[in-house]
């Protein structure tokens, strides 16, 4: 009995895991030190925080959920540090967590009178649990002994950047890893490689769009990618649609409610073999900006970027 467990527990579980090896994020676009450590919002004094929060594949038992606590803080014109909290949670009889807590480093240079371009560093620890409390392997001494294992997570990445163009490659985490329990692997960690690009036109006096992709690669997998096309609608509504490779179409909503705090949504709407069996993916993130230096009188538009 034992053995089968672990054994249907490894398949489910490993399906998962090279599918889906990173949490992902429809929003990606409000915390782009997820995909980019060496991301810098260029705002000195202005720190920018957040919290997001996905369910993804509604209607599924056990699908994956993912919370994120995070922070960009400059601190100078060249130097930005970002925090990032991430509990992702899959599975229903036998949860499977994982808690990422990953700190960035970003160091900007100046190339000309508009672009910059910043070099970046990830340091951080995953742990991986396995939580059968509630499950019929709770009094397993295999399970009880060997449930969880933290890891060091080391990412690099280059970012260049203008008012109103972007463009990096990264590395979130630069470390495959296995983790296995009583001898038996269960989860596969491999590295992923993230291009980003994006531009912000001005259609109209008070509207504008922005192109944007992002395109992830896990080794020894096929590439993927987002394509997404937001507009910013008199410095306060943002709309948008997005398309990720075989897997979804995105809609994406978000309201500035004031100059310092931003609301955003989105839905998946699933296209993959998922999606009979499915609702559909929610996604909504709350921001918010300390203006601890009294700096905001210089930014007469929210970035969008």
């Known amino acids: 009995m034992k053995l089968k467990l672990i054994f249907i527990l490894t398949v489910v579980f490993c399906s998962v895991t090279y599918a889906q090896q990173e949490p992902q994020y429809s929003q990606y676009m409000?915390?782009?030190?997820?995909?980019n450590p060496a991301y810098a919002t260029g705002q000195s004094g202005l720190i920018s925080t957040g919290l997001l929060f996905r369910k993804q594949w509604t209607g599924i038992e056990g699908s994956p959920q993912t919370a994120n606590?995070?922070?960009?803080?400059p601190l100078s014109n060249k130097i930005e540090?970002?925090?990032?909290?991430?509990?992702?949670?899959?599975?229903?009889?036998?949860?499977v967590k994982n808690d990422y807590f990953n700190v960035d480093f970003a160091y900007v240079t100046k190339i000309s009178d508009q672009a910059k371009l910043s070099y970046g560093l990830k340091t951080g620890i995953n742990n991986f649990s396995i939580d059968?409390?509630?499950?019929?392997?709770?009094?397993?001494?295999?399970?009880?002994?060997?449930?969880?294992?933290?890891?060091?997570?080391?990412?690099?990445?280059?970012?260049?950047?203008?008012?109103n163009f972007y463009a990096g490659v990264s590395s979130p985490n630069l470390l495959p890893s296995n983790v296995d329990i009583d001898g038996i692997g269960v989860a596969e960690t491999k590295t992923h490689i993230y291009g980003v690009l994006g531009y912000v036109v001005d259609i109209a006096t008070e509207v504008k769009l922005k192109p944007s992709t992002v395109i992830k690669q896990v080794i020894d997998s096929p590439i993927t990618f987002d394509f997404s096309l937001?507009?910013?609608?008199?410095?306060?509504?943002?709309?948008?649609?997005?398309?990720?490779?075989?897997?979804?179409?995105?809609a994406l909503a978000g309201f500035n409610i004031t100059q310092?705090?931003?609301?955003?949504?989105?839905?998946?709407?699933?296209?993959?073999?998922?999606?009979?069996?499915?609702?559909?993916?929610?996604?909504?993130?709350?921001?918010?900006?300390?203006?601890l230096l009294n700096f905001s009188n210089k930014y007469s538009s929210p970035r969008f970027f």
């Open 30 to 35: 409000y915390n782009m030190s997820t995909v």
């Open 69 to 73: 606590l995070f922070a960009n803080i």
């Open 81 to 95: 540090i970002s925090a990032n909290y991430v509990n992702d949670r899959i599975g229903d009889a036998i949860p």
């Open 132 to 163: 059968p409390s509630s499950s019929d392997v709770a009094s397993d001494p295999s399970f009880a002994d060997n449930t969880s294992k933290t890891q060091l997570n080391i990412g690099a990445g280059i970012y260049l950047f203008t008012h």
């Open 230 to 250: 937001n507009s910013l609608i008199y410095d306060k509504f943002e709309l948008g649609v997005s398309y990720r490779f075989t897997d979804s179409f995105i």
């Open 260 to 291: 310092n705090l931003k609301i955003g949504y989105s839905y998946d709407f699933s296209v993959s073999e998922l999606s009979g069996y499915n609702d559909g993916s929610h996604e909504i993130v709350l921001l918010f900006n300390f203006d």
